[in-house]
């Protein structure tokens, strides 16, 4: 509520006049209190919760499945020098190419729709979790494992109840980096066109008609997502596993 005041004492007050700024760069127009109201009216016509629940859905979709492949060639990475030397070089040169790079790709190969969106989202995230994932099971500490092989402990006993659960912590924050990489191509996808009805949708739209207030509550909502999914999810998942094992009292 301050940060709405101030916004919209400096738009009425005009601290960014047109001779010294862009108008569209610091527009004196819309202020807090117009953005807010184009953000409640969203909301209450059900627009902007549409994009979001269209948005939402694919970065959920795109994310588990992501997951999925980047933990199974984590493993492979992991277990298999050869897959290391061959498919670790290429998932790791992979990672240096941006995800929004590959839409053009995805266009060409999926159209334009919710399937180039979630080519980019799976193959970003996917890449980030598998770099991730074979990183935190290599560097589990040796002496783990020996002890545990002196008590009996191998194959997939060894790596459930000893290596997977060593890497945990760091298996969640590469979570939480895929998490944030498939989000961001999500917007990104949908902003170019890769797919229409999500927030990126809207989000062009807000360009084409040079609706400030409408971008505004576009972001505040990209934000508050971000934010809420970050700290509900991760990390108090982060602090269960934490608890739940010994690590942190708190």
Do not use: C
Request: glycine content about 12%.
């Amino acid at each position: 509520m301050i940060l709405i005041i101030i916004w919209e004492a400096i738009s009425k007050l005009q601290l960014f006049p047109a001779f010294m700024w862009p108008p569209l760069l610091f527009p004196n127009e819309p202020g807090g209190v117009t953005v807010f109201k184009t953000f409640i009216s969203g909301i209450a016509s059900g627009q902007l919760l549409e994009a979001t629940g269209a948005s939402l859905l694919r970065l959920i979709i795109g994310f588990i499945i992501a997951v999925v492949i980047g933990l199974l060639l984590g493993l492979l990475i992991y277990k298999y020098k050869v897959v290391d030397d061959t498919l670790g070089f290429f998932v790791t040169s992979l990672q240096a190419i941006p995800n929004i790079v590959w839409l053009p790709l995805a266009i060409l190969w999926f159209g334009l729709g919710v399937g180039s969106v979630l080519f980019i989202v799976i193959l970003g995230a996917a890449i980030s979790v598998t770099i991730t994932s074979s990183a935190a099971f290599k560097g589990v500490n040796p002496l783990l494992i020996r002890v545990a092989q002196t008590m009996g402990s191998s194959g997939w006993h060894l790596f459930r109840t000893v290596i997977f659960k060593a890497s945990i912590p760091q298996l969640i924050a590469g979570l939480r980096i895929a998490w944030a990489l498939a989000w961001r191509a999500v917007l990104a996808g949908e902003l170019l066109g890769g797919g229409g009805g999500g927030l990126g949708t809207l989000l062009d739209l807000g360009r084409s008609i040079q609706a400030m207030d409408l971008i505004f509550s576009i972001m505040i909502i990209i934000g508050i997502i971000g934010s809420l999914i970050d700290n509900i999810v991760f990390v108090r998942l982060e602090k269960f596993v934490f608890r739940k094992w010994g690590i942190s009292s708190t």
